[in-house]
Antibody
């Protein structure tokens, strides 16, 4: 069964850092595009980063230069390193498997709160 | 980036009524390789991740009740719930997976009267 599980969220002060992890089961992360999508409280969905099968990485303008997506094939895990966090980064962060554009498998999400 | 705009922002209907949600893309999301529209619909219930209901604008995901249907062409798409049930209370999002990054509509909240 395909499942996606995020971890690593929490409360952090503005300017701080967090690393989110995405450790799926039932598939190999390097065989798919893997995306991070976030959702601010009561708001819509925002794609923020993707890592392609060949390792190429792309970011939304809102996080470029502050966030880094990576992948450890030996651990079958995708990471999102978040630096210089701002209050507006407060969101639930979802890890999503992208299969030819179809976002069928989502994790339950991990809450990131940026506040002093 | 392609902008997805949904209407209405919220919908309050009685049980058994037909609910219609609209989604407009700022440019075509037609996949010329298969002549299908790269448009998906999601349902999100409180405290849960989004669940994909429809893809290719009108293909129902396995296990999704047939009261949910998708239609549309060009830049205008519709999600219809033919007979609203209590368990359909949720926020619904459209999303394109055409050129550029995937973007979502702002969401439509469906409630029961």
């Amino acid at each position: 069964e395909v499942q996606v599980a995020e971890s690593g969220g929490g409360l952090v002060q503005p300017g701080g850092s967090l690393r989110l992890s995405c450790a799926p089961s039932g598939f190999i992360v390097s065989n798919y595009y893997m995306r991070w999508v976030r959702q601010a409280p009561g708001k819509g969905l925002e794609w923020i980063s993707v890592i392609y099968m060949d390792g190429s990485r792309y970011y939304a303008d809102s996080v470029r230069g502050r966030f880094t997506i990576s992948r450890d094939n030996s651990k079958n895990t995708v990471y999102l390193q978040m630096n210089s966090l701002r209050p507006e980064d407060t969101s639930v962060y979802y890890c999503v498997r992208d299969e030819n554009g179809l976002l069928q498998y989502w994790g339950q999400g991990t809450q990131v709160t940026v506040s002093s | 980036d392609i902008v997805m705009t949904q209407s209405p922002d919220s919908l309050t209907m009685s049980l058994g009524e037909r609910a219609t949600i609209n989604c407009k893309s700022s440019q075509t999301v037609l996949d010329s390789s298969n002549n299908k529209y790269s448009l998906a619909w999601f349902q999100q219930k409180p405290g849960q991740p989004p669940k994909m209901l429809i893809y290719w604008a009108s293909t129902r995901q396995s296990g999704v009740p047939d009261r949910f249907s998708g239609s549309g062409s060009g830049t205008d798409f519709t999600l219809t719930i033919s007979s609203l049930q209590a368990e359909d209370v949720a926020v619904y999002f459209c999303q394109h997976y055409s050129s550029g990054p995937p973007t979502f509509g702002q969401g439509t909240k469906v409630e029961i009267k």
